[in-house]
T-cell receptor, first 115, second 109 residues
Framework: EAQVTQNPRYLITVTGKKLTVTCSQN?????MSWYRQDPGLGLRQIYY???????DKGDVPEGYKVSRKEKRNFPLILESPSPNQTSLYFC??????????????FGPGTRLTVL | QKEVEQDPGPLSVPEGAIVSLNCTYS??????FMWYRQYSRKGPELLMY????GNKEDGRFTAQVDKSSKYISLFIRDSQPSDSATYLC?????????FGDGTTLTVKP
């Protein structure tokens, strides 16, 4: 089944404890992206990757890191999480992100709480 | 000012009603205009997208874009209880996507 998977789905952690949220897609998509969703602020793009080893900042990259060493994986790293990073996180992928639009497929979401 | 402003809702309509969902945007550099539907506790899923001004129809759904006034709309005809969800407008291009805050729609049987 074609899908985007995220792990973990739920995570409660404490301030400053490094964590990684994994994202994997099995559709051979070139483009991957991370978003966070907050009430009243909507869905905001954190980082995106046009291809392996190519990443770029979205609208809210502060406090996050990403890497794209393989086509299928795009982990989101929080080196020192803070309570304002408590949010619902979505990973998405699409065939490509060039001059023509390609549908983004979203993962199921990861609900992160930082105490 | 946000790049995409979406009518906040929530909206509650009876089954069979025509629903109009609306957004305005400020950055004319973006090329694509999308509508996503998000059910509770799920990730967004693409409903429709378009590149140009005008209407695009898909079954009961019509997406409308007016680039001159930077206005995008989604119309749902003969709304069904299964249409109850949050609808997100989005604009995008060159890898970046900017979403509206979403409008929650409830269609009552």
């Amino acid at each position: 089944e074609a899908q985007v998977t995220q792990n973990p789905r739920y995570l409660i952690t404490v301030t400053g404890k490094k964590l990684t949220v994994t994202c994997s897609q099995n559709m051979n998509h070139e483009y991957m992206s991370w978003y966070r969703q907050d009430p009243g602020l909507g869905l905001r793009q954190i980082y995106y990757s046009m291809n392996v080893e190519v990443t770029d900042k979205g609208d809210v990259p502060e406090g996050y890191k990403v890497s794209r060493k393989e086509k299928r994986n795009f982990p989101l790293i929080l080196e020192s999480p803070s309570p304002n990073q408590t949010s619902l996180y979505f990973c998405a992928s699409s065939l490509e992100a060039g001059t023509s639009y390609n549908e983004q497929f979203f993962g199921p979401g990861t609900r992160l709480t930082v105490l | 000012q946000k790049e995409v402003e979406q009518d906040p809702g929530p909206l509650s309509v009876p089954e069979g009603a025509i629903v109009s969902l609306n957004c305005t945007y400020s950055n004319s550099a973006f090329q694509y205009f999308m509508w996503y539907r998000q059910y509770s506790r799920k990730g967004p899923e693409l409903l429709m997208y378009t590149y140009s001004s005008g209407n695009k129809e898909d079954g009961r759904f019509t997406a409308q874009v007016d680039k001159s006034s930077k206005y995008i709309s989604l119309f749902i005809r003969d709304s069904q209880p299964s249409d109850s969800a949050t609808y997100l407008c989005a604009i995008g291009g060159a890898g970046k996507s900017t979403f509206g805050d979403g409008t929650t729609l409830t269609v009552k049987p």
